[in-house]
Nanobody
Framework: QVQLVESGGGLVQAGDSLRLSCAASGLTFSAYYMGWFRQAPGKEREFVAHISWGGGSTYYTDSVKGRFTISRDNAKNTVYLQMNSLKPEDTAVYYC??????????????????WGQGTQVTVSS
């Protein structure tokens, strides 16, 4: 079965960096669009970043542009989220997700077929 397993979360201070990884199995990884979403305490889950099959196209929510970078290694079936200059408002559970065919938009949760269990990122001030 399809599995997405996130790792790399933790507790850091404001201004620090983290790199999240999401290892995929049970699917043809290179055929899937990949995204990162996050959910802060008491808030709805929100879109963070998206990358196309080959990595040629990326999209970000405005609040992370210039600080976060999404990338993928299709040979390793892994997608990454490099997070720099972290802020307390970045505190959330971060989820990776896979989509076979986006029709409604890269930032729409329902467009993603598979989800990981999430990894906690906590940024202290």
């Amino acid at each position: 079965q399809v599995q997405l397993v996130e790792s790399g979360g933790g507790l850091v201070q404001a201004g620090d960096s983290l790199r999240l990884s999401c290892a995929a199995s049970g699917l043809t990884f290179s055929a899937y669009y990949m995204g990162w979403f996050r959910q802060a305490p008491g808030k709805e889950r929100e879109f963070v970043a998206h990358i196309s099959w080959g990595g040629g196209s990326t999209y970000y929510t405005d609040s992370v542009k210039g600080r976060f970078t999404i990338s993928r290694d299709n040979a390793k079936n892994t997608v990454y989220l490099q997070m720099n200059s972290l802020k307390p408002e970045d505190t959330a559970v971060y989820y990776c997700a896979a989509s076979r065919s986006l029709r409604g938009g890269y930032n729409v949760e329902n467009e993603y077929d598979y989800w990981g269990q999430g990894t906690q990122v906590t940024v202290s001030s």
